[in-house]
Each structure stands twice: as structure tokens, then as C-alpha cells.
């Protein structure tokens, strides 16, 4: 007898009849009612959070014009993301503990004001208040904190932009400020250019000054040394200016009397003329006599004529002598006068000439430390200008675009490129390699319930154990595999979850199937009934240890050993490459531990099968029965 008949004798046995045949329809199904309702039921319930009620309470009063309480609850409320409903404190309460509403967000009235006391320098952190209730359900306390910190950071994005656009714009200010402070550098440092030519000039000319007041002063004390006599030599030269014009004005007195006789002795010669003719007239004498007598009277005083006009152009001569002598003694007294208030202004102008010298000299002093002053001017404003010019090409001066763009990354800087290698797409499908180890596994356990592990027949007909075992484990094989196939096609058709791999994935959960059946056999056939309740334990033991919600390396240490021992974590896993990506080193590790739990569990029928070949009383009259 094969293992194949032994097999297909049990089959035989479990379908003779209506009743058995739909036992087995029944059993067969039994993974598809496990695992594929399930995942149906928690396909995409991410996608169905719209559906869930929730409160948001806004009693935000505003601040400075500006009510963000008022635009976040527009905001929420408009997303969709809940059924969001706004409410009051009282009611948000009130719904959150009567399971009215799943959660609560609620802002607080000075949320504005707190948001807002940043740009007033007095930084206080605003508030949101989430108010939960496990007892509604325990998940919707964890989506709520994800909420409530994804609202927390949509308001600090929006905050924060808008702070950083108020610090872009301060930094354009402060551009514009400090491109008006450069063009006036630059105007300072041409001005101070300037200034240091003129000062250079003004500086030459008060050496000059200086130079030319020294001499000034020394010609001043020379001339004051020189006419320091000058006042008594103009008193003598007046005094005898005085005494010339007296002795000139006598001389001029004899001469005027001098010129006086001449002229009245010139009268007399002419009246002495005109006597003689009348008298020649008178005694008859002919004109023509007249005539020559009077020439020759005319020839005979000619020297007196002479001399007479001689001594009256004498006496003129002596006359301006005197005017003049009279006005050179009135000039020399006059200057003899004015001497000494020109010797004082001379000693004066001395005086002056000697301050102006020491003051000069000063000049040119202060010339010369203003003139180096006036050089670390220009040179400060050069580089006052040269430091401004290069702080301005430091200065961020973004155009409007530019400012929007930088201030959106500075309130958000990080986001998130998702680049994963596999994605499992929805919730369900995430769940799916789990759930449908987790029913392979109790298909396989519930097939026992009407399969028998091993034929008595075979056994009492001496067949080879290990020909009796594969029998034994053929018929649940065979069932097993026919579970996995309808559980396929309803989990890929029926509820839609998309398989990368529906050839590699199938034949891997085929493996699953006759390790876990083969599993299941083993206890079955070595225990007895003791063997379904260990099939229970291993059950409990590998839920614990499979990793197929969270990452297994969240488990306790104590159950690191079964998950690395066990196979539904490698199920789990292989399933998980096989449904989202495809084959992979590590799924030929997952298919090597199966392949050995498959043979061990084998090697244990089989001695099983050797074991049961006595019989004994307990056999035959067990303890308990299932």
C-alpha cells in the first residue's frame, strides 16, 4: 500500500456522503472566512476617517487684527480628513465622553496672542488641547495625537513662513538702509577726498603764511627800529622849513619893494617921454622930430626897461619862492605832526605783524594735525565706504518669489522623499502576509478535526511508517493546498489586494500549507489529542513571535528566540518580499527554515507511525478523546 492510496483512502472516507463533503467544503473555507473577511473588513480604514466624528472648539479672541484660531478651524473643517464638526467646550467634552465624538482639538483664547508675541519679543508658546477617551477606542486616542501634531505642525509652517517673510523683509530694509549708508560713504569718502585737497592747500598756504609773516614781522621790527628818530629829525626839518620860509618871505618883501620903485621909476620915464613930446609939439617941433626924439629917448632907457623887467620877474620868482617855502614849512609841519602817530603805527603794525607771526606759526601747526586728521578721514571713509559696499554683497535681498519660497523652506526645511522599495498600498494589504499565514496555519489545524492522522489499516498491515506517515499527510496536503488557492483568489479578486508575484506567492504559501499541515500532522499523530492542544499553543506562541503587525524587533527579548525558531515569522516574511517586490536572498532563507520544519515534522510522523505499530491499553482505551 502507497502513501498515495493511504491518502487517497482517507479522502474517499471524508467524502462519502453529502454531509461529509460539505464538511470538507467547509474546512477548506475555513481560511477564506479567517483571513479574507478580515482583511476586507480593515482593507483601507485610512481611507475611511472622514467617517469619524470629531469636535474642534475654537475660542480664540485674535490678536492684532488677526483671529488664527478663527483660519485654523476653516482649514480643518474645510480638509475632510474627519467628520470634523465644530462645537463648544462644553459640547466637545460632553460628545468626547458620551462617544459622540471620537476626540476633541480645542484652542485656547490666547492662541493668537501667543502665536503672534514672537514679533513682539516676548515668545510665549501657544497652545492646542486634545481632549480623547479610550473607551470609545484606543486607536482613535493614536490617530488623534497624529492629528493634533500634524495640525501643530501645519500652524508653525504657517507661522513660521510668515515670521521668516517678516525677517526676509527686515533684511531688505536693512538692505536698502545699508545701500543708502553706502551711496553716503561713498559721497563722504569723495567729500573727505576732497576735503584732504583743500586742506593740503590750506596747509601749504598757512606755511606760507607762517613764512611770510615771519619776514613781515622782521621788516616791521627793522622799519619801527629804523623811524624810531623819525619823529624828532621831521620836528627839526619843519622848524627849519619854518625858518626858510620867514627868511623867504622877507627876500620876497624886498623884491616886491624893489619891483615897486622899477615900476614906478618905468611910470616916470614914461610920463618924462610924453612930457618932452608935448613940450616939442607945444614949441612947434614937426612930428617927424617928435618922433625921433622919443626913439631916441626909447633907445636911451632900454637898459632901464631891461633891468626893470628883470627885477619885476625877480620879485615874482621871489613871490612863489616864498608861497612855496611857506607850504613846504606847512607840509614839514604837518609831517613832523604826523610822525609820531606813524612811528606808533609802525610799531604798532610791529606789534601786530609779531602776533600774526606767533599765530601763523600756530597756524601752520594746526594745519598740519588737521591735514592728518583730514587723511584718516578720507582714508576711514574709504574703507567705511569699501566695508559697506562688501557688507552690502552679504546682505540677502530676495525678490518677492525668492523671499515666499526661502521663507516656506525655513518653516518647513525637512520633507520627505518617499523612495520605498516596496509599498504594500493600503492597510489591509500591509496586514495581509500576516493574516494569511495566521490562516493557513488554522486550516491546517481544523483539517484534523475530521482527517485521521494515520490509517489503522495501513498500520495493521504492516506498511512502512514512513509510507503511512506521507499517507497520512498527503490528505491534508492536498486539502491544505486547495485552501490556499481559494484564499488567493478571494484575497486578490474579492478584496482587491494587489500581488507582485501571484506564481512566486501562490507556490510560496503552497509551502507554507504542507509545512504547517505537516506540523500539525506530526503533533496529531505523536500526541493524540494532546497534539490539538499543543497545535493551539504553537498557535498562541507564534501570533506572540510572528512580527506580522509591528517590526518583530519591538518584541520582548524573551521572545526573540521563538520568532527566530518558529515558522510563521518566516512565512510572514517571505510572504511580505513575495506579495510587495518579489523573490530575494532572505525569501530563500524563509523557504530553507519551511523545507526544514517540513522534514522534521515528517521524520516525527514517521515515528509516530513506528510508535503506533503496538498497540497498547491506553491506545486502545485513551484518557481523552477529541
Not at 520582548?556 to 506579495?579: E, K, N, S, T, W
Request: aromatic share 6%.
Amino acid at each position: 500500500m502507497t502513501s498515495f492510496r493511504i491518502a487517497a483512502n482517507e479522502l474517499r472516507r471524508l467524502t462519502a456522503g453529502k454531509l461529509p463533503k460539505l464538511a470538507v467544503a467547509a474546512l477548506v473555507l475555513v481560511p477564506l472566512l479567517y483571513a479574507s473577511f478580515y482583511l476586507y473588513a480593515n482593507y483601507d480604514p485610512y481611507g475611511r476617517l472622514s467617517k469619524l466624528p470629531a469636535a474642534i472648539v475654537n475660542e480664540d479672541t485674535g490678536a492684532q487684527d488677526r483671529n488664527v484660531g478663527r483660519e485654523v478651524t476653516g482649514e480643518v473643517v474645510k480638509s475632510g480628513t474627519f467628520g470634523w464638526h465644530e462645537a463648544s467646550a462644553d459640547e466637545a467634552q460632553q460628545g468626547v465622553r458620551d462617544g459622540k465624538y471620537s476626540f476633541a482639538i480645542t484652542i485656547p483664547k490666547d492662541f493668537s496672542s501667543a502665536l503672534l508675541s514672537s514679533g513682539n519679543f516676548t515668545p510665549e508658546q501657544a497652545t492646542i488641547r486634545l481632549t480623547t477617551n479610550d473607551a470609545n477606542n484606543y486607536l482613535s486616542h493614536t490617530i488623534a495625537n497624529q492629528v493634533a501634531e500634524q495640525v501643530r505642525t501645519t500652524i508653525a509652517e504657517k507661522v513660521g513662513a510668515e515670521a521668516a517673510n517678516r525677517f526676509l523683509i527686515g533684511f531688505s530694509t536693512i538692505y536698502g538702509k545699508t545701500q543708502e549708508a553706502a551711496n553716503g560713504a561713498t559721497q563722504l569718502a569723495d567729500g573727505a577726498n576732497r576735503l584732504r585737497d583743500g586742506q593740503q592747500q590750506l596747509a601749504d598756504g598757512a606755511s606760507q603764511l607762517a613764512t611770510g609773516s615771519t619776514q613781515l614781522s622782521a621788516g616791521l621790527n627793522t622799519l619801527r627800529s629804523s623811524t624810531a628818530s623819525l619823529p624828532d629829525k621831521t620836528r627839526q626839518l619843519a622848524d627849519g622849513a619854518a625858518q626858510v620860509s620867514a627868511g623867504n618871505a622877507q627876500v620876497a618883501a624886498v623884491g616886491q619893494t624893489l619891483a615897486s620903485g622899477s615900476s614906478d621909476l618905468q611910470q616916470q620915464l614914461d610920463d618924462a617921454d610924453n612930457q618932452v613930446a608935448q613940450r616939442l609939439r607945444a614949441t612947434g617941433v614937426p612930428e617927424a622930430q617928435v618922433q625921433q626924439v622919443l626913439s631916441v629917448l626909447h633907445d636911451l632907457r632900454s637898459p632901464v626897461d631891461q633891468a626893470n623887467a628883470k627885477v619885476q620877474n625877480a620879485a615874482n620868482q621871489l613871490n612863489r619862492l616864498a608861497d612855496g617855502s611857506r607850504q613846504v614849512a606847512a607840509g614839514a609841519a604837518a609831517l613832523a605832526d604826523a610822525t609820531p602817530q606813524l612811528t606808533s603805527g609802525i610799531g604798532q603794525a610791529a606789534d601786530g605783524a609779531n602776533a600774526l607771526s606767533s599765530g601763523a606759526a600756530k597756524l601752520n601747526d594746526g594745519e598740519k594735525t588737521a591735514l592728518d586728521g583730514t587723511n584718516q578721514l578720507a582714508t576711514g571713509a574709504g574703507q567705511l565706504r569699501d566695508g559697506l559696499n562688501e557688507g552690502l554683497k552679504q546682505i540677502p535681498n530676495p525678490n518677492d518669489p525668492t523671499r515666499t519660497a526661502t521663507a516656506d523652506t525655513i518653516a518647513d526645511p525637512v520633507t520627505v522623499d518617499s523612495a520605498g522599495v516596496a509599498s504594500a498600498g493600503t492597510y489591509g494589504a500591509g496586514l495581509a502576509p500576516f493574516f494569511i499565514s495566521l490562516a493557513t496555519w488554522i486550516g491546517a489545524f481544523v483539517l484534523f478535526l475530521l482527517l485521521r492522522p494515520l490509517s489503522a489499516r495501513a498500520l495493521a498491515a504492516g506498511v512502512s511508517p514512513l509510507r503511512v506517515a506521507i499517507g497520512g499527510w498527503l490528505a491534508s496536503a492536498v486539502l491544505g493546498i486547495a485552501q490556499v488557492l481559494v484564499l488567493f483568489g478571494a484575497v486578490t479578486w474579492l478584496v482587491g489586494i494587489h500581488v507582485a508575484h501571484p506564481l512566486g506567492a501562490i507556490g510560496f504559501a503552497v509551502l507554507a500549507s504542507l509545512t504547517f499541515t505537516a506540523i500539525v500532522h506530526a503533533l496529531n499523530a505523536m500526541f493524540g489529542a494532546v497534539g490539538k492542544f499543543l497545535g493551539l499553543v504553537l498557535l498562541v506562541l507564534q501570533l506572540v513571535s510572528a512580527g506580522g503587525t509591528f517590526p518583530w524587533q519591538t518584541l520582548p527579548d524573551a521572545l526573540y528566540p521563538l520568532h527566530l525558531v518558529l515558522p510563521m515569522g518566516y512565512v510572514v516574511d517571505g510572504l511580505r518580499h513575495l506579495l510587495y517586490t518579489g523573490a530575494s536572498l532572505e525569501s530563500l532563507l524563509d523557504i530553507g527554515v519551511l523545507c526544514g520544519w517540513l522534514v522534521a515534522a515528517v521524520v516525527v510522523s514517521t515515528l509516530a507511525a513506528r510508535k503506533q505499530r503496538v498497540w497498547t491499553v491506553s491506545k486502545l482505551h485513551p484518557e481523552l478523546s477529541l
